[in-house]
């Protein structure tokens, strides 16, 4: 069965310290996309990285990285110098065989970053 | 591009009464799904399409109804609204064929009471 499991409930940090936010899917295709979306307390979901299967690179955007790894069937969000405009709800998805019509979701790390 | 919208972005029922939650998308995306969203359960898939005329149960389908007439929209109803239907929903859309982003984009949300 599919599944997405992100076993931190909560984080708070203070202002410029590096967090990581786990995640862990479970699937049994091996044509499939990772996803983060970010939803801050305005409450939209805001897309922020697609992952393919085959892709195992890590990705880094300004000071967010992404570490994905099969082997462990993780795909791991960190933010770098994290800021008080980090602070949301951060949610990691699974779309099997592409089908980006039917997302699993995790059921959110939130994200508290104080001054 | 307005994306996708729904409305509306409040409502507050009365048991046993029915309603429309509208969304629109003007992205020419093929797939559009609903999702609720509740605390601490992530979002869940309610129904999905992957295109005109065609329909599909999600995870959680009981007491809504679903139809997509148009590529453009995919009205949820509520037949009989229920205090356990009280939640955040969020319609989504991806893929058109031939495109290089296939990410889900969600519209902003319906806060739905049920009294």
């Known amino acids: 069965a599919q599944k997405v499991t992100q076993a931190q409930t909560e984080i708070s940090v203070v202002e410029k310290e590096d967090v990581t936010l786990d995640c862990v899917y479970e699937?049994?295709?091996?044509?499939?996309?990772l996803f983060w979306y970010k939803q801050p307390p305005s409450g939209e979901l805001v897309f922020l990285i697609r992952?393919?299967?085959?892709?195992?690179q890590n990705e880094i955007s300004g000071r967010y990285s992404w570490n994905f790894q099969k082997s462990t069937s993780s795909f791991n969000f960190t933010i770098t110098a994290s800021q008080v405009v980090d602070s949301a709800v951060y949610f990691c998805a699974l779309s099997e065989n592409y089908n980006t019509d039917k997302l699993i979701f995790g059921t959110g790390t939130r994200l508290q970053v104080f001054p | 591009n307005a994306g996708v919208t729904q409305t509306p972005k409040f409502q507050v029922l009365k048991t046993g009464q029915s309603m429309t939650l509208q969304c629109a998308q003007d992205?020419?995306?093929?797939?559009m799904s609903w999702y609720r969203q509740d605390p601490g359960m992530g979002l869940r898939l309610i129904h999905y399409?992957?295109?005109?005329?065609?329909?599909d149960q999600g995870e959680v389908p009981n007491g809504y109804n679903v139809s997509r007439s148009t590529t453009e929209d995919f009205p949820l109803r509520l037949l009989s609204a229920a205090p356990s239907q009280t939640s955040v929903y969020f319609c989504?859309?991806?893929?058109?064929?031939?495109?290089?982003?296939?990410?889900?984009?969600f519209g902003q949300g319906t806060r739905l009471t049920v009294v």
């Open positions: 399409s992957v295109g005109a005329g065609i329909t």
């Open positions: 989504a859309s991806s893929y058109s064929p031939g495109a290089r982003n296939t990410e889900a984009f």
């Open positions: 992952r393919n299967s085959f892709d195992e």
């Open positions: 699937t049994r295709d091996t044509t499939y996309y």
């Open positions: 992205m020419n995306h093929e797939y």
